[in-house]
């Protein structure tokens, strides 16, 4: 099964193991990404604590921030060591942070120096080697320049592009604003595939539904999805059954809630505080009707394992759906 049909985004701050092993209740198919770590924090930081994983999570990418080629290949070779299914780098994030360690969006100026990383990195492993970006930064206003971006970059043999179909505008627009107020333009992300056929490329930005994920994948090879899962996981089980075709995916929500919270315990047994499991799930009734009364439930003073068995004997014993409180 093609699981760069669909795949959830790398998001900063939610995307973490936690959060990658609920999807994988909810999907056994998509691909999963990392929060973006950068190359320098692997280097000389706690490497257990940046990129262990459950292997319940593969198939698995880990983001790379960075734009030393060989820095960047060191990190290639240990993700592969370490049981990653392949590594991307990150072109696409318009934060301050990233503006000022050169990489993310602002690595869109420099496609050579992108290029150098991406041959590195493919010289120094045997996972794939991937890049996500924008289609452009602040003044790049033709799609020949994102194109020139993408040709310098597979010439050294980058085969697969994940880009989000929105401009980033460095100066002037947050982080947040960045995600929503460029305006999108799917087209060019259409016209890259068709100018560069033997490239995987995936879209990404503003797709909300299995509706939509059906339709782009008219025109491109996969779709990625960020915060509509991030705030409707139960999403992922309807794209198994849909796009994936895995009709044995009918799972309830109380069944996915039973197996994480079996998570949950053996978490809580090795030190890991409650809150950062349960903070993922505040969705996972997102259009239910007793929505609200279970993320009220989670967003108390203090969540404890019982609040959810509280909350499983509810759904159990109730004939009806409660309304929303």
């Not at 799917?186 to 299995?210: A, H, M, R, S």
């Not at 059906?214 to 999403?235: A, E, I, T, W």
Request: glycine share 6%.
């Amino acid at each position: 099964m093609n699981s760069s049909l669909v795949s959830i985004a790398p998001m900063m701050d939610w995307t973490d193991r936690h959060c990658r092993y609920f999807y994988r209740l909810l999907s056994k198919n998509t691909q999963l990404y990392t929060e973006m770590i950068t190359a320098k924090a692997i280097l000389n930081g706690d490497k257990n604590r940046l990129l262990d994983f459950n292997a319940e999570e593969n198939p698995l990418t880990l983001q790379l921030g960075g734009s030393d080629p060989s820095e960047m290949a060191k990190c290639a070779l240990i993700a592969q060591e370490w049981g990653y299914d392949e590594v991307n780098i990150n072109v696409g994030c318009p934060s301050d942070r990233v503006l000022s360690g050169s990489f993310g969006a602002c690595l869109m100026k420099e496609p050579d120096l992108v290029a150098s990383c991406v041959e590195s990195m493919i010289d120094n492993c045997d996972i794939p080697v991937t890049v996500k970006s924008r289609i452009g930064i602040d003044d790049m206003e033709s799609y020949e320049q994102l194109a020139d971006f993408i040709m310098r970059i597979h010439n050294k043999g980058c085969q697969h592009f994940i880009i989000h179909a929105r401009k980033a505008w460095l100066q002037g627009l947050s982080p947040k604003e960045n995600r929503t107020i460029p305006p999108l333009n799917y087209p060019w992300v259409y016209q890259l595939k068709k100018d560069f056929p033997q490239l995987k490329i995936t879209i990404n930005g503003g797709i909300e539904n299995c509706n939509e994920v059906k339709n782009h994948l008219d025109y491109v090879d996969g779709v990625m999805l960020g915060r509509s899962v991030y705030h409707n996981p139960f999403l992922l089980r309807e794209i198994d059954v849909s796009i994936f075709g895995n009709k044995k995916n009918s799972f309830s929500r109380e069944q996915i809630l039973k197996k994480y919270m079996n998570y949950i315990k053996q978490q809580i047994k090795i030190g890991v505080p409650i809150r950062s499991m349960t903070r993922h799930i505040l969705g996972l009734y997102h259009g239910e009707s007793n929505a609200k009364l279970f993320r009220r439930l989670l967003s108390g003073k203090t969540v404890e394992l019982e609040h959810l068995n509280d909350w499983l004997a509810f759904k159990k014993n109730s004939s009806t759906e409660v309304k929303s409180v």
